[in-house]
């Protein structure tokens, strides 16, 4: 059950994540951050509605463009700037783009860069927690293209068959870069592909928080089930700019009248809509909420700036697992 206060906070962690990847967007241009942005501007819901509400102990797998996990899941902002800015920070020593971070102590596990591939890292997870027997639930973000790799079809069927608690979450902005899933899927909804795996599958705005959370709040329960069941959730969204900064926000395979339509269905102002006419938030919250998020991003460029870059000498460090003493 949500109150008044987590709304607010969800509300927020929607505009940190907006603000950290427009600043992102804008320091990369200016040349000053080495990172190629793929930025998530206009799916912010899915990543905080799904985050927000896990308990620490719960696992994610980002996909490459859900920025918002990384936050709600505890990692301050400024650890987050740092790491794209190729510094030393505990989450990969300046070695790994920030798309593919882990930190096993909040419950984050690192993906790769391979498109499908960390969906089956996640089932991994998923069959740890429940080969230990603790109560953990693991949450896998991926894009409507990894939809596609037999990577997400052989995952999903194995966790379906063992009965694995995790919830799968698609982020269908309806492009693989330039390619539109209407001409790489014949299926309207990426959510009926659950049916062929036995599981159930669930489609909702993806631009509507309270939508995804309680979305992803049932598939919990049903992943906490006897016997655990995962569950497929489609969140329908669009990005609002390229697939990446080398990307032009109108590239060619899009309309500039699509994009238009698309930034009108806005998460951001649709919540703060509900929550001005619902008396939760007032003009001077929302001002108050801008500033204070604009000053925290601002810092953590401060800080991304000011730390050391990593050792050359550490390059070759945790590249391969220690030899184990047999
Ligand atoms: C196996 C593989 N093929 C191609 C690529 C290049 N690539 C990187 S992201 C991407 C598109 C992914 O689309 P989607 O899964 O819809 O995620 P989105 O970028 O839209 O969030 C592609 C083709 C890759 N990284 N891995
Ligand atoms: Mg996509």
Redesign the pocket.
């Given at each position: 059950m949500l109150h008044k206060d987590d709304l607010i906070k969800m509300y927020r962690w929607m505009v940190l994540t907006r603000t950290f990847e427009l600043t992102m967007n804008d320091l990369y241009q200016h040349g000053r951050v080495p990172e190629l942005q793929?930025c998530s501007v206009g799916q912010e819901a899915i990543g905080v509605g799904a985050c927000y509400g896990l308990r620490p102990e719960d696992v994610v797998m980002p996909?490459?463009?859900t920025r918002a996990a990384f936050l709600v899941k505890g990692v301050p902002s400024k650890i987050l700037m740092a790491a794209a800015f190729a510094k030393e920070t505990k989450l990969c020593g300046g070695k790994n783009t920030s798309h593919h971070l882990g930190d096993l102590s909040l419950g984050i596990i690192a993906g790769t860069?391979?498109?499908?591939?960390s969906i089956p890292l996640a089932v991994g997870a998923a069959l740890a927690c429940k080969l230990k027997k603790t109560d953990q639930i693991t949450v896998c973000f991926?894009?409507?293209?990894?939809t596609n790799?037999g990577n997400f079809h052989e995952s999903v069927n194995l966790a379906a068959v063992l009965s694995l608690p995790i919830v799968f979450v698609c982020?269908n902005?309806q492009?693989?870069?330039g390619t539109s899933a209407k001409r790489s899927m014949l299926v309207d909804n990426i959510a009926d592909r659950a049916a062929s795996y036995g599981i159930p599958g669930v489609m909702v705005n993806g631009n509507d928080i309270i939508a995804v959370y309680d979305a992803v709040q049932n598939a919990i329960q049903k992943a906490k089930g006897v016997p655990p069941q995962p569950t497929l959730i489609e969140c329908k969204t669009y990005?609002w700019y390229g697939?990446s900064q080398r990307d032009p926000v109108d590239g060619r395979y899009r309309t500039k009248e699509e994009i238009e339509t698309w930034k009108l269905r806005c998460p951001i102002k649709h919540f703060r809509e509900y929550l001005k006419r619902a008396g939760i938030l007032s003009e001077e919250a929302i001002r108050e909420t801008d500033n204070e998020t604009r000053l925290e991003i601002e810092e953590a460029v401060r800080f991304a700036e000011e730390t050391p870059y990593p050792e050359p000498g550490r390059v070759l460090d945790d590249n391969y697992a220690p030899v184990l003493e047999v």
């Open positions: 793929h996909s490459l463009r860069g391979i498109v499908g591939g991926f894009g409507d293209g990894a790799t982020e902005n492009y693989a870069m990005r697939h």
